[in-house]
């Protein structure tokens, strides 16, 4: 059992690129999420999926995509790269929406010069 | 404006004290979920409660809901329970958790 997988661990943009950053699952867990981290903040809610083709934003959705093709993948998109979007970018999942166990994955590092 | 409050924001133990970390909070939840960041980066869950009291080896974690409060509490501490702590609500009207800042936790040998 993997748990939550994300790829990359670290990635360095330059203003305006896109990337796709990478998350999967094999729990079987229908709610997946995608969170940042920013010194001195919480982490933040940016889009979540409570099942395969079933995703809405969070509290910071801006400049970022998502979609749910399968239960296992969620993959978040930045579609043009800005410095504030430098974080740590935090994948989870759960057996549902609400207030059950988050797994989290090992994080990535995304820096946008 | 943090719905979620943690205090101390940093904490420096010797080996072996009793640790205590608390996190309050503003709203009617459902759930509080303790969260344990290694250096590394890597989030790991300690606890989900709702009422009462649960225990973990050394962790043990309470919630008062009436006055919205939850202290995690770690027995003869470790330097391997260095480690930032994060507490997280979900919100009885909402099905989204909120995190604190954490608590940046240090014991030195």
């Known amino acids: 059992n993997a748990g939550v997988t994300q790829t990359p661990k670290f990635q360095v943009l330059k203003t305006g690129q896109s990337m796709t950053l990478q998350c999967a699952q094999d729990?079987?867990?229908?709610?997946m999420s995608w969170y940042r981290q920013d010194p001195g903040m919480g982490l933040r809610l940016i889009h979540y999926?409570?099942?395969?083709?079933?995703?809405d934003q969070g509290e910071v959705p801006n400049g970022y995509n998502v979609s749910r093709s399968t239960t296992e993948d969620f993959p978040l998109r930045l579609l043009s790269a800005a410095p504030s979007q430098t974080s740590v970018y935090f994948c989870?999942?759960?057996?549902?929406?609400?207030?059950?166990?988050?797994?989290f994955g090992p994080g990535t590092r995304l820096t946008v010069t | 404006k943090n719905e979620v409050e943690q205090s101390p924001q940093n904490l420096t133990a010797q080996e072996g004290e009793f640790i205590t970390i608390n996190c309050s909070y503003s709203?009617?939840?459902?759930?509080l979920h303790w969260l344990q960041q290694h250096p590394g980066g890597g989030i790991v869950s300690l606890f989900m409660?709702?009422?009462g009291k649960k225990k973990h080896g050394r962790l043990i974690a309470t919630i008062n809901i009436q006055e919205k409060h939850s202290s995690l509490h770690i027995t003869a501490s470790h330097p391997r329970d260095s480690a930032v702590y994060i507490c997280?609500?979900?919100?009885?009207?909402?099905?989204?958790?909120?995190f604190g800042t954490g608590t940046s936790l240090t014991v030195i040998p």
């Open positions: 729990m079987n867990h229908e709610y």
């Open positions: 999926s409570v099942g395969a083709g079933i995703t």
């Open positions: 709203v009617g939840i459902s759930a």
């Open positions: 989870a999942s759960s057996i549902d929406r609400g207030p059950y166990e988050q797994y």
């Open positions: 997280a609500v979900i919100p009885d009207t909402g099905n989204q958790f909120y």
């Open positions: 409660l709702s009422s």
